[in-house]
């Protein structure tokens, strides 16, 4: 899951359903519309935490109260964190969700707006959007203030053994911005396929398996700059 950001935002403009969440709190699941691949897994539900994250896994943890590092084994899992910290809907704002499009290219998307953190102030205002059929997530960012606390923004996976870190920090973002994840490009090789060992490298071990590469097992860190797609 490549990664790549740009400075612009544009923000689904959509009155969708509202979720009313209390703090530290978890929403029932949501159906999406459509079947979404994340890490190899497919979904049709996904769950929103006040705390500024989607999961697609039933009884994981609402995060409280500070951004974890990402991949981090342990509940919540199965995370698209968008602005993960602890965020406070009693103290103002709302949290939305609605899938919009034709098949086979709609998308679901989660806006939290001007949504405080704990106990007041420094309103957040993203959106997290997943599209069918590429298996694409952006992240688009209006407002993502800090209030000194540790905040993680990335993806991993059910496990929490594999993860793409987009940032670990306790200063705010630069907005407006959008950051896309990207699968990777299956890689596959047969049985049939050779390779070249030499004997410079004398701990290659060549087998006759087949040997395969999971595509969403296979992650990259590369970060490039690109214009925020709308």
């Not at 994981?60 to 084994?73: D, E, F, K, V, Y």
């Not at 596959?188 to 410079?200: L, P």
Request: hydrophobic share 35%.
């Amino acid at each position: 899951l490549p990664t790549r950001e740009g400075p612009g935002i544009s923000l689904t403009k959509t009155v969708g359903t509202a979720v009313p969440l209390g703090d530290d709190e978890v929403s029932l699941a949501l159906p999406m519309g459509f079947t979404f691949d994340y890490f190899g897994v497919n979904y049709t539900d996904a769950y929103i935490s006040s705390n500024g994250f989607l999961t697609f896994l039933p009884g994981q943890s609402n995060g409280c109260c500070t951004g974890q590092a990402i991949p981090s084994a342990g509940s919540p899992d199965a995370i698209i964190a968008g602005w993960w910290e602890d965020l406070y809907p009693p103290g103002g704002g709302s949290i939305q969700y609605q899938t919009l499009g034709v098949a086979p290219n709609r998308r679901f998307v989660v806006q939290y707006t001007n949504l405080p953190h704990f106990s007041s102030g420094n309103p957040v205002t993203m959106q997290v959007k997943l599209f069918e059929g590429t298996n694409v997530i952006e992240v688009h960012y209006q407002d993502a203030p800090s209030d000194s606390g540790t905040h993680s923004a990335g993806v991993e996976n059910e496990t929490g053994t594999i993860g793409v870190q987009y940032v670990l920090q306790s200063t705010g973002l630069v907005t407006p911005l959008a950051v896309q994840y990207t699968p990777a490009t299956a890689v596959t090789a047969s049985a049939s396929d050779s390779a070249t060992v030499t004997i410079a490298d004398p701990d290659i071990v060549v087998a006759s398996a087949k040997a395969y590469l999971s595509a969403l097992n296979k992650l990259h860190s590369k970060v490039e700059r690109v214009a925020a797609q709308g």
